[in-house]
């Protein structure tokens, strides 16, 4: 059985100075698969991923203890807000029943502070450009069109451009996949290249965003390589399901997770961060010689060739 409770400090806000919504979660059970309730900030809140601190000890088949769940934040803007309460589920192993711990909402006054909107707000809000209107020129289609000889010439034409097609993709992806392999294969060789010159920005503390934003690309750039990922589907959740179907470790994808997070808050909330570049460096470097030493499933999509 399991007690929430949860704060937030510091107890006086102020716009622009980061705070933290922490959530404890007490008691005993497997305490090591309860997973972050997701939190829902105002907009004018500029937030973050979780961070999960554990502290339990073994009590029979059991653990006992607590895990911390702690949601940074930095309010945008001065004001009254409401951070929205939020159910906590669990199962509970006596009872062989979930249960529910509703955790209340919480009402905040905001100050007015020093300083200027955070990088990764802004960068989250940006303008999207306005959908361009007018004139879509549209006119009925003609009707009984199946009965003009046109139209069956143009489906003979098609349907046999579409045999062809199958044909060429089908060898296209035998080839593909050779590709993919030797992808893989030349990953680590391209982000210690890249790392290289991440190397060469740490020199000097004035380069700091562009040295977390190479490392950054490196990191992202590995992952895709390595895990046959386009560039499109790089995402935290799409890494983490990826890395566990090709076989890796638990304690390579937290390991992963934890590099990415931590250039990001460096680089988009620098006053979250430490500033230690070198430990980045060295860190997101012996990752990636880990998961060049782990020998992978068979590649994603091979069997369609």
């Known amino acids: 059985m399991y007690e929430v409770t949860s704060h937030i400090e510091p107890s ?10 922490r959530l404890t979660v007490r ?7 309860v997973t972050a309730p997701e939190i829902a900030f105002p907009d004018q809140f500029d937030s973050y991923d979780p961070q999960t601190n554990l502290d339990v000890s ?3 088949n059991d653990v006992s ?18 951070i929205e309460g939020v159910d906590f589920v669990y199962f509970n192993t ?23 909107p955070s990088s990764h707000y802004k960068l989250r809000n940006q303008d999207i450009a306005d959908i361009i209107e007018g004139d879509m020129g549209l006119t009925k289609a003609p009707t009984f069109l199946v009965a003009k000889p046109a139209f069956w010439a143009t489906f003979a034409t098609l349907l046999a451009a579409t045999v062809a097609a199958l044909i060429i993709n089908r060898k296209r992806i035998k080839r593909h996949s ?5 992808r893989s294969r030349r990953a680590g060789k391209v982000a210690t290249r890249r790392l290289k010159k991440a190397r060469e920005l740490m020199r000097d503390e004035t380069n700091r965003d562009a040295f977390y934003s190479e490392v950054l690309s490196a990191f992202w750039g590995y992952l895709g390589d390595r895990l046959d990922i386009a560039p499109s589907e790089l995402s935290k959740d799409n890494i983490s399901a990826v890395m566990d179907e090709a076989g890796f470790e638990q304690g390579h994808i937290e390991a992963t997770l934890d590099v990415l997070d931590k250039c990001e808050m460096a680089q988009y909330a ?10 980045a460096y060295d860190k997101a470097s012996a990752v990636m010689d880990d998961l060049e030493n782990v020998k992978l ?9």
């Open 297 to 305: 499933k068979k590649q994603r999509h091979d069997t369609n060739a």
């Open 94 to 116: 006596n009872t062989r029943q979930y249960e529910t711990i509703h955790i209340p909402s919480k009402h905040i006054t905001v100050a007015k502070g020093e300083g200027e």
């Open 27 to 33: 008691g005993t059970g497997n305490l090591k698969y």
């Open 58 to 60: 073994p009590n029979g």
């Open 270 to 279: 620098p006053e979250l961060a430490d500033h230690d570049m070198g430990a």
């Open 65 to 82: 203890g607590k895990v911390d769940f702690e949601y940074r934040f930095i309010p945008q803007f001065e004001g009254e807000f409401d």
């Open 178 to 182: 050779d590709v993919k392999r030797t």
């Open 12 to 21: 006086q806000l102020k716009t622009y100075q980061p705070s933290t919504y």
